[in-house]
């Protein structure tokens, strides 16, 4: 079977993914088809400690962080394309294509949406978009290569 028919939760995020808070931007996998696609979210609250200095009287999710959650949930997709590299991690190596379209703000629920470019054993390459509500807020391409865990 290559769906998954089970949500991922934040128990089994975090025994696929090696970050931990305040770095883990991943709260749930809703979707995933291993080797094409993948959906996860990412609820953003005011208590995320970035919004302490980006910017504290006009809160806003950093662009970076926002790639950063889109990398993590490309990481699990990946991981579960792969039954033989779960003793591999993979890295995010690149970003190319990257484009920020509206600002991600506390109370909005962050929907990623990753489907796989190119899938190889060496290196991968993935199409991801970053949703709030049904709007585009952030895209990029980015590739990743693996390493021993």
Same mark, same amino acid.
């Given at each position: 079977?290559?769906?998954?028919?089970? &949500?991922?939760?934040?128990?089994?995020?975090?025994? $696929? =993914?090696?970050?931990?808070?305040?770095?883990? /931007?991943? !709260?749930?996998?809703?979707?995933?088809?291993?080797?094409?696609?993948?959906?996860?979210?990412?609820?953003?609250?005011?208590?995320?400690?970035?919004?302490?200095?980006?910017?504290?009287?006009?809160?806003?999710?950093?662009g970076?962080?926002? &790639?950063?959650?889109?990398?993590?949930?490309?990481g $699990? =997709?990946?991981?579960?394309s792969?039954?033989? /590299?779960? !003793?591999?991690?993979?890295?995010?190596?690149?970003?190319?294509?990257?484009?920020?379209?509206?600002?991600v703000q506390?109370?909005?629920?962050?929907?990623?949406?990753?489907?796989?470019?190119?899938?190889?054993?060496?290196?991968?390459?993935?199409?991801?978009?970053?949703?709030?509500?049904?709007?585009?807020?952030?895209?990029?391409?980015?590739?990743?290569?693996?390493?021993?865990?």
């Amino acid at each position: 079977m290559s769906e998954l028919n089970n &949500i991922i939760d934040i128990n089994k995020i975090r025994s $696929i =993914l090696p970050h931990r808070y305040p770095l883990l /931007l991943v !709260d749930r996998i809703e979707k995933i088809e291993k080797g094409k696609s993948i959906q996860g979210i990412k609820n953003v609250t005011i208590n995320e400690e970035f919004f302490l200095g980006h910017f504290p009287d006009h809160p806003i999710m950093p662009g970076v962080l926002i &790639i950063e959650a889109m990398a993590q949930v490309a990481g $699990i =997709l990946v991981y579960y394309s792969f039954d033989e /590299l779960e !003793d591999k991690l993979p890295i995010f190596t690149s970003i190319d294509k990257a484009k920020f379209r509206t600002p991600v703000q506390p109370g909005d629920q962050l929907k990623i949406r990753v489907k796989i470019v190119r899938l190889r054993k060496r290196i991968s390459k993935v199409k991801a978009e970053a949703y709030v509500d049904e709007n585009l807020a952030a895209e990029a391409q980015l590739m990743f290569a693996y390493e021993d865990k």
